[in-house]
């Protein structure tokens, strides 16, 4: 943990930000502008979904995104409670809203999706009411982290509730496994057969691969603009006590 301490340390954050972030930024524009050139143009319609497969190469990297932000909200929760890292609460309440946004997208192309599919924007199918509580629990998160008067009593309670909330994660991963659901089930996971030709299948990782750096730039900048709003705070306190 001792070196972890060390690379949460806010100065050497900001280094280390600094030289990545333009690495992670060029490689998001890159592989989203291949992504999608792929997924909409070269890959083939599908047999029986015709082209509205497509929104496929976004909604299911979104819906990736959207646990895989949450799992990291709950990781950065628990460092934070358990072992006061010093940058762990910083990085899960700015996790969080990024976290919403990719959930929102997921839910948005998934009605899209399905309405030409199953006829009908929505139905309380166990995976899509799964994500949906998953976008109240960031929600939540957010609601509750900002309710207190002392920062620390909601981060405290903010981080709380990412714990308990997690195991929603696991219930939408598998929901189409645990229940019989409309929703189609995994075809990706299967590493020794994955149920998807690789013209499709190159496109949605390079996406998926996409969406993973776009969070991790987006996370840095927050990040970075929470510690630079919090250096002024401190200057301007200093300021009014001198």
Known sequence: MSSLHRFANPARFSRLSRAVLPWTAAGTTLLMAVGLYLGLVVSPADYQQGETVRIMYVHVPAAWMAMGCYTSLALASAAALIWKHPLADLAAQETAPIGACFTAIALATGALWGQPMWGTWWVW?????????????????????NAFDDPQRGARAGAILALVGWVNVP??????DWWNTLHQPASI??????????????PLLLMALAFLLLFITLLLMRIRSRL?????QVMQQREIEG
């Open 125 to 145: 199918d166990a995976r899509l009411t799964s994500v949906l509580v998953l976008l109240f629990l960031y929600l939540g998160y957010i609601a509750l982290v």
């Open 171 to 176: 219930i939408i991963k598998f929901s189409v």
């Open 189 to 202: 996971s299967r590493l020794d057969a994955p149920a998807i030709h690789p013209s499709m299948l190159t």
């Open 228 to 232: 630079i709003d919090r250096r002024i």
